[in-house]
T-cell receptor, first 109, second 116 residues
Framework: DAKTTQPTSMDCAEGRAANLPCNHS???????VYWYRQIHSQGPQYIIH???NNETNEMASLIITEDRKSSTLILPHATLRDTAVYYC??????????FGKGTHLIIQP | DTGVSQDPRHKITKRGQNVTFRCDPI?????LYWYRQTLGQGPEFLTY????????KSRLLSDRFSAERPKGSFSTLEIQRTEQGDSAMYLC??????????????FGPGTRLTVT
């Protein structure tokens, strides 16, 4: 599996868009980019995933660069409840996921 | 609530004792996963089942750990002769996989194990 690199922590003001970057320069052609988040004391929660096209759902948007070596998760209007650790995962198959340390996103009031 | 459930939510045990955790996945999901998470780290994959077959085991799953999913529904994870290093949150997740199509994993709330 491709290794991912994420910033350790980020701050964002409530109501603003939160943009979380992820580098995955060794990604293979058949590997998907997944994003999960984990709110304190809860299990991880799926957010979104994509292969090469940009994706959007009710929670977030995923922007994948044309060379697929990096991606950005966008939370369009961050709220305090979005404070969590966000994990970027690159995986070819949906079996065991490899979580890194993720990005601790803190939404400031 | 039709999400993934885990029991117990918390377990305190003495070193050397055996413990067993249970996971009930979302009913129509055919895959079930176990992960372990220690403080400050992301979850680490342990093993997964497709229906009742255990298809992959991580090298983290030592001989003291055993997992079962006898009827392809709920699963149990047993740790024998617990050690203090086993203290962690044990997470269960389930997913539906059809024809190789990728679907997300849904996680339960976890069982927090403390070995004293």
């Amino acid at each position: 599996d491709a290794k991912t690199t994420q910033p350790t922590s980020m701050d964002c003001a409530e109501g603003r868009a939160a943009n979380l970057p992820c580098n995955h320069s060794t990604i293979s052609g058949n590997e998907y980019v997944y994003w999960y988040r984990q709110i304190h004391s809860q299990g991880p929660q799926y957010i979104i995933h994509g292969l090469k096209n940009n994706e959007t759902n009710e929670m977030a948007s995923l922007i994948i660069t044309e060379d697929r070596k990096s991606s950005t998760l966008i939370l369009p209007h961050a709220t305090l409840r979005d404070t969590a650790v966000y994990y970027c995962i690159v995986r070819a198959r949906l079996d065991g996921l490899t979580f890194g340390k993720g990005t601790h996103l803190i939404i400031q009031p | 609530d039709t999400g993934v459930s885990q029991d117990p939510r918390h377990k305190i045990t003495k070193r050397g004792q055996n413990v067993t955790f249970r996971c009930d996945p979302i009913s129509e999901h055919n895959r079930l996963y176990w992960y372990r998470q220690t403080l400050g780290q992301g979850p680490e994959f342990l093993t997964y089942f497709q229906n009742e077959a255990q298809l992959e085991k991580s090298r983290l799953l030592s001989d003291r750990f055993s997992a079962e999913r006898p009827k392809g529904s709920f699963s149990t994870l047993e740790i024998q002769r617990t050690e203090q290093g086993d203290s962690a949150m044990y997470l269960c997740a389930s997913s539906l996989v059809v024809g190789g199509a990728t679907y997300e994993q849904y996680f339960g709330p976890g069982t927090r194990l403390t070995v004293t």
